[in-house]
């Protein structure tokens, strides 16, 4: 049976930092948030951070960041990658819940990059997430957040296409060896506007024949453009920015939604 997403040791948290950096989506969103960290009144914290690919950068850069993820073996290759970079003066890594988590402390920035927003997958949980956050920013904080802005035909309920199912290949960063990703299957719940796909991580060796097989779940809830503003407003955030990518280009059909707010 697959697992869900990051859940344990895998293929997929072993390739996670060679595929994410790869994707066109995150082109920029590094020097996007160092940007965002040098400019606030604290010491950053990301939430989701994952294996710290975002959160390294910026601590070698000299800023204190505080990186919060659910996911046990994302951390540890983030505790790993910190150790070995000298990070681990400006970096700290906490195993924790997005949607209800207490730190004891406040930060300038808080950020949610690659998406990682959107594996909350209720209402409730979003509001739990805000919520917190706003508790962890000093006054006039900044929140940064990126969702994708849903495309209405990848939504709607029934099979899965066959042209979506292929979803690329990497190169494992220790084998070098050609990793495949695929999808498998599809399901998606208009009403909760919930999607559930189950991706299959093939590692091959020199011929082309499969090394390691293994399957796990995304589960992700997408949030529509407004419904993301009022979210924000009733949270008790101010939007001070809305873009489409992390060059700053303005709100567009399809692509990301990156969204820049204050604690009022």
Not at 82 to 108: I, K, P, W, Y
Request: aromatic share 10%; with cysteine.
């Amino acid at each position: 049976m697959a697992e869900p997403f990051y859940s344990r040791p895998s293929l997929h948290v072993e390739i996670y930092a060679t595929r994410s950096a790869s994707m066109p989506v995150v082109e920029g969103d590094i020097d996007f948030y160092l940007e965002l960290a040098r400019n606030a009144p604290g010491p950053a914290l990301e939430l989701g951070c994952g294996t710290a690919r975002v959160a390294l950068p910026l601590a070698l850069e000299g800023i204190h960041v505080t990186g919060l993820d659910l996911s046990q073996p994302m951390l540890d290759v983030a505790k790993a990658e910190a150790a070995a970079t000298g990070a681990g003066t400006t970096l700290a890594l906490v195993h924790g819940d997005m949607s209800n988590f207490s730190l004891g402390r406040q930060f300038g920035l808080v950020y949610i990059a690659f998406r990682s927003f959107m594996l909350l997958t209720t209402p409730d949980q979003q509001r739990g997430c805000l919520n917190c956050v706003r508790e962890h920013l000093v006054p006039g904080g900044i929140l940064a957040i990126d969702i994708f802005d849903p495309q209405l035909d990848r939504m709607a309920e029934g099979p899965m296409p066959e042209a979506w199912r292929d979803l690329g290949q990497v190169l494992h960063p220790e084998t070098w060896n050609p990793v495949r990703i695929e999808a498998t299957d599809r399901t998606a719940d208009i009403v909760a506007q919930v999607f559930e796909e189950t991706w299959r991580f093939t590692e091959l060796d020199g011929d082309g024949g499969a090394i390691r097989v293994e399957e796990e779940v995304l589960r992700m809830r997408w949030t529509y453009r407004n419904e993301m503003r009022y979210l924000l407003e009733l949270c008790g955030f101010e939007v001070e920015a809305e873009y489409s990518d992390y060059f700053g280009s303005p709100p567009a059909y399809g692509k990301e939604q990156v969204w820049v707010a204050r604690k009022k």
